[in-house]
C-alpha cells in the first residue's frame, strides 16, 4: 500500500543489490516455447483453492520490511492467513503476477527489481529475492502459455522506459531478453486478443498528446494502430487502469495532486483499430486502482486517499457507455486507504476480487449487474500487517 509511505517520509527506500536468492532446483517440465526461451505450462484447474501472495512492506516500529505472507482463497471464497512467511524485496504496492499454473509469482518491487517464488506444493521457494534487469520494474504481464511475460518500465525512454521481455525457466528462473519497445511514463498494460491497451504519453514515434494507445500485439515489436487523448489535456498523473471484459472500453484514473485539476477517471472507447474518448467522470477522489467485473456490467475503483470503493456501471451502446454509482454499501465499515485489487475471471468464485487495505484484505464479489462487499479480512494488528502488492493465482 503506497500510502503509508506519506507518513514514513523519513524512511528512505532501499536500494538495489546483489541477488540474495535461494539456489533454484533443477527445471521439472520440459516444455520450452519454440524460440529456445521459457517453460510453457499447463493451467491449472479452474475449480481449485488458490494461494494470494501478499507483501508486508513495514515492521511493527513503521520501518523497512521486506516481508512476504501467503494466504489461501477456498473454493467457498474463504479467504485464510497460511502462515507462511518469506522475504524477497519490499514492495509498497503493485500487482504480483503469477504463471497459469499457478507455480511462480513475479512482484515488481519498491526498487524496481523483480522478486520471484516458485511454489513447491504449498511451500514457498525463493528463485529470485531481486532479480536485477535492465529495467526498472513496474508492472508485469505473464504471457498466457506462462512461457514469458512483458515488464513494463514507466521511465521515460532515455531513461529505459519501455517494455521489455523477459524469460521464465521451469524452476522460475528469469532471463532478461532485454528492451522491446520504448515508451514514456507507460502504466496499464492490458493485452486482448491480437491487440493491447497501454497508457503512455509516448510509445515509440506516436505523435505528443495521446495518452492511451492501442497496439497491434501480433508485431514484433508491436506496433500502435490507434492513439487518444483521454483526458483532453497533459495534467493526468495515471493511477488505476482497468479494460472491461468485452474489451470494448478502457477506464483510467487520474490521480495527480500537483495539477489543479480534480481527480478523475477517463473513459474510453475501443472499437476495431480506433479510440474514443468520452466525457471524463469527474470529480473521483484519488482512483488508485479500477477493476473491472469478468461479467462485463460494472467495476469498483479504490479511492486510495477518499477511504471509498466506488461503483461503476457499463452498458455496451449507450451514451455515455459508463456512469459513477457511488459508494459500495460497505460490510463492516468502510475501507481505511484501500489499495491494488485483483480478481478472479474464472473458476466458481469467478467474480471475487481482493482489495488491500490497512492492516487487511478486502474481498469484494462482483455478479451480474451487482457489487456485494463481503468485509475485511484483517491481515493482523499493527504497521506490520498492512499490506502492500497482492496477487493472486489466475
Given at each position: 500500500?503506497?500510502?503509508?509511505v506519506?507518513?514514513t ?5 532501499a536500494?538495489?543489490?546483489d541477488d ?11 516444455a520450452v516455447?519454440?524460440d ?8 491449472a ?10 507483501s508486508?512492506p ?21 479467504l485464510t492467513?497460511?502462515?507462511?512467511r ?7 504496492g ?11 509469482a513475479i512482484a515488481p ?5 523483480l522478486?520471484v517464488?516458485r ?6 521457494v525463493?528463485?529470485h ?14 504471457a498466457p502459455?506462462?512461457?514469458?511475460a ?6 521515460w525512454?532515455?531513461?529505459?522506459g519501455?517494455?521489455?521481455r ?5 524452476d522460475g ?8 519497445l520504448p515508451?514514456k511514463?507507460?502504466?496499464g498494460?492490458?493485452?486482448v486478443?491480437?491487440r ?15 495518452d492511451?494507445h492501442?497496439?497491434d500485439?501480433?508485431?514484433d ?5 490507434a ?9 493526468a ?9 468485452d474489451?470494448?472500453v ?7 495532486q500537483?495539477s ?16 474514443t474518448a ?9 482512483p488508485?486502482a ?6 462485463t456490467d ?6 486510495g486517499?477518499?477511504?471509498?470503493l466506488?461503483?461503476l456501471r457499463?452498458?455496451?451502446g449507450?451514451?455515455?457507455p ?11 465499515g468502510?475501507?481505511?486507504?484501500p489499495?491494488?485489487a ?8 469467478r ?17 451480474p449487474n ?5 468485509g475485511?479480512t484483517p491481515?493482523?494488528t ?11 493465482e489466475?
Amino acid at each position: 500500500m503506497r500510502r503509508l509511505v506519506l507518513s514514513t517520509a523519513l524512511v528512505v527506500s532501499a536500494c538495489g543489490g546483489d541477488d540474495a536468492a535461494t539456489s533454484p532446483d533443477a527445471p521439472t517440465a520440459d516444455a520450452v516455447s519454440p524460440d529456445g526461451g521459457g517453460c510453457r505450462r499447463t493451467p491449472a484447474p479452474a475449480d481449485r483453492p488458490r494461494k494470494v501472495v501478499v507483501s508486508l512492506p513495514y515492521t511493527a516500529s513503521g520501518g523497512q520490511a521486506n516481508n512476504w505472507g501467503v494466504w489461501l482463497l477456498d473454493q467457498t471464497g474463504a479467504l485464510t492467513d497460511t502462515g507462511a512467511r518469506f522475504a524477497m524485496g519490499r514492495a509498497t504496492g503493485g500487482v504480483v503476477a503469477f504463471t497459469p499454473d499457478g507455480q511462480v509469482a513475479i512482484a515488481p518491487q519498491s526498487d524496481g527489481t523483480l522478486g520471484v517464488v516458485r511454489f513447491d506444493g504449498s511451500t514457498p521457494v525463493v528463485v529470485h529475492a531481486r532479480f536485477d534487469g535492465s529495467f526498472y520494474a513496474g508492472e508485469v504481464v505473464i504471457a498466457p502459455d506462462g512461457a514469458s511475460a512483458i515488464v513494463v518500465d514507466g521511465n521515460w525512454p532515455g531513461n529505459g522506459g519501455g517494455l521489455y521481455r523477459i524469460d521464465i525457466g521451469c524452476d522460475g528462473t528469469l532471463t532478461d531478453r532485454g528492451r522491446w519497445l520504448p515508451t514514456k511514463l507507460a502504466r496499464g498494460l492490458h493485452v486482448v486478443g491480437d491487440r493491447a491497451v497501454l497508457a503512455a504519453t509516448e510509445v515509440g514515434a506516436t505523435p505528443a498528446g495521446h495518452d492511451l494507445h492501442l497496439l497491434d500485439w501480433t508485431r514484433d515489436p508491436p506496433v500502435v494502430v490507434a492513439g487518444v487523448d483521454a483526458f483532453g489535456d497533459d495534467d493526468a498523473i495515471v493511477g488505476g487502469v482497468a479494460v472491461t471484459a468485452d474489451g470494448r472500453v478502457a477506464l483510467l484514473g487520474d490521480t495527480s495532486q500537483f495539477s489543479g485539476v480534480p481527480n478523475r477517471v477517463a473513459v474510453v472507447g475501443i472499437a476495431g483499430d480506433s479510440l474514443t474518448a468520452h466525457p471524463v467522470l469527474t470529480p473521483i477522489e484519488d482512483p488508485y486502482a479500477i477493476v473491472a467485473s469478468p461479467f462485463t456490467d460494472t467495476a469498483v475503483i479504490a479511492s486510495g486517499f477518499g477511504d471509498a470503493l466506488l461503483g461503476l456501471r457499463y452498458a455496451a451502446g449507450a451514451t455515455p457507455p459508463v456512469t459513477l454509482t457511488g459508494p459500495l454499501t460497505y460490510s463492516g465499515g468502510r475501507p481505511q486507504l484501500p489499495g491494488d485489487a485483483v480478481v478472479l475471471a474464472q473458476g466458481p468464485q469467478r467474480g471475487l476480487a481482493i482489495v488491500a487495505e490497512n492492516t487487511g484484505l478486502r474481498r469484494l464479489r462482483f455478479a451480474p449487474n451487482a457489487i456485494t462487499d463481503l468485509g475485511k479480512t484483517p491481515t493482523g494488528t499493527g504497521t506490520a500487517a498492512i499490506p502492500g502488492a497482492l496477487g493472486v493465482e489466475p
